[in-house]
């Protein structure tokens, strides 16, 4: 809860001092809300709030400015201030990455503990951090730790703080939990149809490509007709670093049987009377975007939702809808179905079989068909 404000006259006063209607000072110590009385001097009781507030940041292992200045100390938040720097300045960068980080680091900045010199916190100090942030999101929570663990790792490195000393790394990672539904074949066609009736051509693509190519909304929304060649849509994903990005090159005749098109069909179908090297774009002028300029992300995502929730879809009990994103696990389910796990985990472009299985997990939304050979 923010603090109260303070009357005019009492601007100037120290932190922690206050008066009642009597005109009795007190003082009340932040730490475990207990008061002390200060008498009906303010003077006095100006002096010793100050002289109990400087104590406190003192026990709290706060850093003064004078030990700044000289450069003896480096503060967490000091540290988390040159981590960042050091981010932004990476030839690899992206704007996305950094801006994650950024609300990542401003949860370490404004800890308590972030004034103390950074081979001063403890673990405690983190479980503590890690504990209460959990409360607002174990989502948000487990990206906080998990940067943590890198930015005292970076500190090690430095020689900040002892090597094997990192306080982040014994804290229990927060358990998320996902809430968010799967989309079934059925959910897709249901969807589809909705976006059918009303004639947005451009959103019923956008749900082919990124079904048959099993893509990124990111990678599908920046799709050009360039990219085929040579028999084969080349794609080159957006996630990762710089210059290690995943490289995929799917055949322009893989079949997808669930929509009964082939990666070939999709794509021409994109094309239409509109002259646009994008393939997802507009066919009609739309507030700033002209004909033929690509849909952005946020209106693919947006428009899905849109459709989605006209399809009425059923979604249990503590359960969100599924996002234009699930349309790629869907994707990784029927391909593993269809042509085997290794064809769904290269057309993804993951590096591990591990991250298929999650996105092949359909957290109870379909049946497991038990296939018998025949003898």
């Not at 239409?272 to 700033?288: C, E, F, L, P, Y």
Request: glycine residues 6%; charged residues 30%; aromatic residues 6%.
């Amino acid at each position: 809860m923010a603090a109260r404000r303070r009357n005019a006259d009492r601007r100037n006063w120290p932190p922690n001092l206050y008066q009642n209607s009597k005109g009795y000072y007190w003082f009340r110590n932040p730490s475990d809300g207990k008061t002390v009385g200060l008498g009906y001097d303010l003077r006095i009781a100006i002096q010793q709030a100050r002289t109990a507030n400087a104590e406190l940041l003192r026990r709290k292992g706060a850093v003064s400015l004078i030990q700044r200045l000289d450069g003896n100390v480096m503060t967490l938040a000091a540290w988390c201030d040159e981590y960042e720097a050091k981010l932004a300045g990476r030839k690899d960068a992206k704007a996305g990455t950094l801006d994650a980080a950024k609300h990542e680091l401003n949860a370490l900045r404004n800890a308590d503990f972030a004034v103390q010199s950074i081979d001063k916190v403890t673990t405690r100090n983190m479980s503590d951090l890690i504990e209460d942030a959990t409360k607002r999101g174990p989502t948000m929570a487990a990206r906080v730790l998990r940067r943590a663990i890198y930015v005292f790792r970076a500190a090690e490195a430095k020689g900040l703080i002892k090597v094997g000393s990192n306080p982040a790394t014994p804290v229990e990672k927060p358990k998320v939990i996902v809430t968010r539904t799967r989309l079934t074949v059925d959910d897709f066609n249901a969807v589809l149809a909705k976006v059918r009736e009303d004639g947005q051509h451009w959103m019923e693509n956008a749900m082919l490509l990124a079904l048959i190519t099993g893509q990124r909304r990111e990678d599908v929304a920046r799709m050009q007709f360039s990219q085929v060649k040579d028999g084969f849509l080349w794609v080159e994903q957006s996630k990762g670093r710089k210059g290690h990005q995943t490289k995929v090159r799917i055949p322009m005749t893989l079949r997808l049987s669930a929509i009964g098109m082939t990666v070939e069909d999709v794509v021409k179908q994109c094309r239409d009377a509109v002259v646009s090297k994008h393939m997802i774009h507009h066919r009609k002028g739309r507030g700033n975007a002209k004909a033929g300029s690509h849909v952005k992300l946020g209106t693919i995502s947006n428009t899905f939702a849109t459709y989605r929730d006209e399809a009425k879809l059923s979604i249990e009990t503590d359960r969100t809808p599924p996002t234009y994103h699930e349309i790629r696990s869907l994707a990784a389910r029927l391909y593993a179905d269809e042509y085997g796990e290794q064809v769904a985990q290269t057309i993804l472009g993951h590096k591990s079989s591990k991250m298929t299985e999650l996105y092949r997990d359909s957290r109870g939304r379909e049946w497991t068909e038990v296939k018998i050979g025949q003898g």
